[in-house]
């Protein structure tokens, strides 16, 4: 693991350009070396508006949008379609934009009556079954995912991950459900730390001036927040703009 690097931007509709011109790069550089690109989406504010700059920039006509697969990092359990998931907000703003392989979109699985455990369990099955090929001639596991995106919440909250709560600690599955999140709605399921750390790059996209006490504080070598846990193998990129970058010592 290397250290993370900042990089600042002046605003929120700065930050967003920023990654979205980095995400295209990321895609094609993956599929130039003849991967199928593989990334997490994130939700939230700032998730949004970089996947907006992304379906309307013009340099995303290099991807070969068929060839990236797409999952995601937590997801709000809430029925199909419902405005507030994750999923919902990316299909919106990017994968009706452009022309994806829906073979290769792997939501998180919405609440059709099933309980958050039975949903968590069939993403860590549906993420095994993909990315389970991926390891060296010693059998270890390789990265699996190219990029990571992550937002975090006031809270220090990284995916559906929150201070104090358990699934925090949780090393043996890649998917867990939650409960009572203090964050509404009261139940999601989430990557786990493990799963998360299985990228080549995780970047941290944080806009508000309601995010810079937690921003600052992940950044603590000492610090618990779960915002502090995830680590990519190649890069941790943490792209700020002024407000959310405020408090950092
Ligand atoms: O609920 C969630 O919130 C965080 C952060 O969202 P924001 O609107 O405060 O930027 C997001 O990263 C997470 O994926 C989502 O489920």
């Keep these: 693991m290397v250290d993370p690097e900042l990089l600042i931007h002046r605003d929120a509709s700065g930050l967003a350009h920023a990654v979205a011109a980095r995400f295209v790069t990321a895609l094609v550089d993956a599929q130039s070396n003849g991967r199928v690109a593989q990334v997490v989406l994130t939700g939230g504010r700032v998730a949004a508006a970089v996947y907006r700059a992304v379906a309307e920039s013009p340099a995303g006509r290099t991807i070969d949008w068929r060839r990236v697969e797409f999952w995601w990092g937590d997801e709000r359990f809430l029925p199909p379609g419902d405005p507030e998931r994750n999923e919902t907000q990316a299909r919106d703003a990017l994968l009706?934009?452009?022309?994806?392989?829906?073979?290769r979109v792997h939501p998180i699985p919405a609440d059709?009556?099933?309980?958050?455990?039975?949903?968590?369990?069939?993403?860590?099955?549906?993420l095994a079954a993909t990315l389970s090929?991926?390891?060296?001639d010693k059998g270890r596991a390789v990265p699996a995912f190219d990029v990571l995106m992550l937002g975090v919440g006031p809270d220090g909250h990284v995916a559906s991950l929150f201070p104090g709560y358990p699934q925090l600690e949780v090393t043996?599955?890649?998917?867990?459900?939650?409960?009572?999140?203090?964050?509404?709605?009261p139940?999601?399921?989430?990557?786990?730390?493990?799963?998360?750390?299985?990228s080549r790059e995780v970047w941290f996209v944080?806009?508000?001036?309601?995010k810079a006490e937690a921003v600052a504080e992940a950044l603590k070598e000492t610090s618990t927040l779960p915002a502090s846990a995830?680590?990519?193998r190649?890069?941790?990129?943490?792209?700020?703009?002024?407000?959310?970058?405020?408090?950092?010592?």
Aim: a negative charge; charged letters at 20%; zero cysteines.
């Design 230 to 232: 995830p680590k990519g």
């Design 96 to 103: 009706s934009q452009v022309d994806v392989d829906p073979a």
């Design 234 to 249: 190649n890069r941790t990129l943490w792209l700020l703009d002024e407000d959310a970058a405020a408090q950092i010592q």
């Design 206 to 210: 944080v806009s508000g001036a309601d």
């Design 187 to 198: 139940t999601r399921v989430s990557l786990t730390v493990p799963a998360l750390n299985r």
């Design 172 to 185: 043996d599955v890649s998917a867990v459900a939650v409960h009572d999140s203090p964050k509404p709605p």
């Design 112 to 126: 059709t009556g099933q309980t958050a455990e039975v949903a968590a369990e069939a993403y860590a099955t549906e």
């Design 133 to 136: 090929a991926l390891s060296d």
